[in-house]
T-cell receptor, first 115, second 109 residues
Framework: DTGVSQDPRHKITKRGQNVTFRCDPI?????LYWYRQTLGQGPEFLTY????????KSRLLSDRFSAERPKGSFSTLEIQRTEQGDSAMYLC?????????????FGQGTRLTVV | DAKTTQPTSMDCAEGRAANLPCNHS???????VYWYRQIHSQGPQYIIH???NNETNEMASLIITEDRKSSTLILPHATLRDTAVYYC??????????FGAGTRLTVKP
C-alpha cells in the first residue's frame, strides 16, 4: 500500500454515460498526477496539479475529460459521454514538490470498461 | 524530458542478478534517471533514482555511466516476485514523468 487510494477499483459503464473517478493522495503531497494505461503500453500522462492548480494537460485530455482538485486535497477525473476507446486503467500518483528530486507514489488504479 | 530506449523483454534465472539496461543519450545535465516497475494489474512502484552517482537501496542498485548516456538497474538476487515491467524514465527535477514501453523481465525458476 503506497498511501495513494483510488476509487472505484473497477467500473463498467455503457457507452455515452458519464463516469467519475476519485484519487486520495498521500496527505502531505502537493503534486497529483493522472495517467491512463492501455493493455501492453506504459502509462500515458494526462494532467497534473500543484495544490489546487492544474498546471499541465496532455493533448490526450480531450474536452470530454475534466479533472479537478478542490482545496488541493483529493482529485476527481470525469469522463463525459464515454466511448469504447476510453476503456483503460486510470492511474493517480502523488509527490511532494520540494528541494531535491522526489519520487511519485502510484495508486492501484481504476479500470474502466466501456461496453 | 529526454527519451529512453530499453529492450522489450529479458529473462533472468531465479537467484541470479538481473541487469536491465537503459539508453538515454539525449539526457541533459539536470535530468534525473528514475526506475519504476509494474507488476501485473498494479500501479507502478518506485524503485530507485539517481543524477550522476551510482545509487543503492534495499531493492536495487543503479549504475549510471560517466557520460550519463546510459544506465543499468541491477536486482542482485532476482526472485519470481521480481517478474514485472521495468520502466526507465529521465525527468527534470519535480517534473511529471513520461513512461515508455519498458522492459518485461521474466524471472524463471
Amino acid at each position: 500500500d503506497t498511501g495513494v487510494s483510488q476509487d472505484p477499483r473497477h467500473k463498467i459503464t455503457k457507452r455515452g454515460q458519464n463516469v467519475t473517478f476519485r484519487c486520495d493522495p498521500i496527505s502531505e503531497h502537493n503534486r497529483l498526477y493522472w495517467y491512463r494505461q492501455t493493455l501492453g503500453q506504459g502509462p500515458e500522462f494526462l494532467t497534473y496539479f500543484q495544490n489546487e492548480a492544474q498546471l499541465e494537460k496532455s493533448r490526450l485530455l480531450s474536452d470530454r475529460f475534466s479533472a479537478e482538485r478542490p482545496k488541493g486535497s483529493f482529485s476527481t477525473l470525469e469522463i463525459q459521454r464515454t466511448e469504447q476507446g476510453d476503456s483503460a486503467m486510470y492511474l493517480c500518483a502523488s509527490s511532494l514538490r520540494g528541494q531535491g528530486s522526489t519520487e511519485a507514489f502510484f495508486g492501484q488504479g481504476t479500470r474502466l470498461t466501456v461496453v | 524530458d529526454a527519451k529512453t530506449t530499453q529492450p522489450t523483454s529479458m529473462d533472468c534465472a531465479e537467484g541470479r542478478a538481473a541487469n536491465l539496461p537503459c539508453n538515454h543519450s539525449t539526457i541533459s545535465g539536470n535530468e534525473y534517471v528514475y526506475w519504476y516497475r509494474q507488476i501485473h494489474s498494479q500501479g507502478p512502484q518506485y524503485i530507485i533514482h539517481g543524477l550522476k552517482n551510482n545509487e543503492t537501496n534495499e531493492m536495487a542498485s543503479l549504475i549510471i555511466t560517466e557520460d550519463r548516456k546510459s544506465s543499468t538497474l541491477i536486482l542482485p538476487h532476482a526472485t519470481l516476485r521480481d517478474t514485472a515491467v521495468y520502466y526507465c524514465i529521465v525527468r527534470l527535477h519535480n517534473n511529471d514523468m513520461r513512461f515508455g514501453a519498458g522492459t518485461r523481465l521474466t524471472v524463471k525458476p
